[in-house]
């Protein structure tokens, strides 16, 4: 239904208004509403694994939305909507993160390092039985917390990633960068995430260190014992998405 | 998200990449790639390569377990819940009376395009 110039919302939208079914509504959507508002539940969704707290989180939905009515002529008739509100999202809470940030300008010409650091990180804690500690915790609230205390600018990456499920290319569409960006915040932001992970293990439980108070490196176990660490190698999830005979990009 | 495409197997039981068995890689070569590998981002070759040294080796592995594991719990434990249906029916009613003070205020028009 169009809206006339004349016709406005009433005021109390929660008093019940039943609509006359010849007269037009004066609280009938518009065209942007019916477009928008059906993706309001996973904007809040997003917002919320965006924001530090829920109230902040429907603050940034509302001026998601607001930010995409005053662009709304911008709006191309074969976007679409949902990737266009999570970016217009997407930017709302970095600037208002501004502030917060603790974004330290990772280099993005060798990401990988952050994969090689993680590695070597959860070896060492694996030998001082720090891995041990997280074998029996379930996992989800530490990394709820872990997330939540990422610096924005790592957090929006991994929230694109691992929560949303985006690939690198749908994620570097989102945060308007390239892809090498793209693995260069999510694995630095990964990599904190498992160092927080660490920390919580240790501030939990008495690190096994043989009885000395000290763990020592010649503690590490031998090289055949690390196999108990894991499940077998079958047991690994399918890759998302992979096909190994995806063609080269 | 990307598409899966073609209909193969789970990666555990493909055979190798054209070309013959994946030549070996090294540990450091693997753990590089480890994200790239979780995320399905590998193409075809390199894929292989990771899956075979995976195999081989026994301190990889669990680099890569701890990781699944923390993505998995990411993926599906750790979001804040979403809003409840009456939450978000609120927050609803709130955009909608703010989008229409915007547009009341002389917002470009949101119709008719």
Do not use: K
Not at chain 1, 84 to 100: D, K, Q, S, V
Not at chain 1, 183 to 191: D, K, P
């Amino acid at each position: 239904m169009d809206r006339t110039p004349d016709s406005r919302p009433v005021d109390a939208p929660e008093v019940a208004h039943a609509p006359s079914a010849d007269a037009p509504s004066a609280d009938a959507p518009t065209a942007f509403e019916r477009l928008m508002l059906p993706h309001l539940g996973d904007v809040a969704r997003f917002a919320r694994a965006l924001a530090r707290d829920p109230g902040a989180a429907d603050d940034l939905v509302q001026e998601t939305y607001l930010q995409a009515l005053r662009g709304w002529h911008t709006f191309r008739p074969d976007a679409d909507p949902r990737r266009w509100l999570f970016t217009i999202c997407r930017n709302a809470f970095l600037r208002g993160a501004r502030r917060e940030l603790r974004y330290v300008a990772a280099p993005d010409d060798d990401p990988e390092l952050e994969a090689l650091a993680a590695a070597r990180e959860h070896g060492a804690a694996l030998r001082d039985g720090t891995a041990r500690q997280l074998d029996h915790l379930d996992l989800a609230p530490a990394v709820a917390r872990a997330l939540a205390a990422l610096p924005a600018h790592y957090r929006v990456a991994v929230v694109l990633v691992d929560v949303e499920g985006c690939d690198y290319a749908e994620a570097a569409a989102q945060l308007g960068t390239a892809v090498g960006t793209v693995r260069s915040r999510l694995f630095r932001g990964r990599r904190l995430l498992q160092q927080a992970l660490y920390a919580h293990a240790r501030d939990l439980g008495v690190v096994r260190d043989g009885g000395a108070g000290v763990a020592r490196p010649d503690d590490a176990p031998a090289p055949g014992a690390a196999r108990r660490e894991g499940p077998p190698v079958e047991a690994l999830p399918p890759p998302r998405g992979a096909s190994p005979l995806r063609p080269q990009p | 998200m990307s598409p899966s495409g073609s209909s193969t197997p789970p990666p555990s039981v493909v055979p190798p990449a054209v070309g013959g068995d994946p030549s070996p890689i090294d540990c450091e070569t693997a753990v590089r790639r480890l994200w790239d590998f979780l995320d399905g981002e590998l193409p075809g070759r390199p894929h292989a390569e990771v899956e075979a040294h995976l195999r081989a080796c026994d301190r990889c592995p669990p680099h890569f377990h701890f990781s699944a594991r923390v993505q998995r719990a990411l993926r599906d434990g750790s979001a804040p819940p979403p809003p409840r249906a009456e939450e978000e029916a609120a927050l609803r009613r709130r955009v909608r009376a703010a989008l229409a003070t915007l547009a009341a205020a002389g917002a470009p028009p949101d119709d008719g395009r």
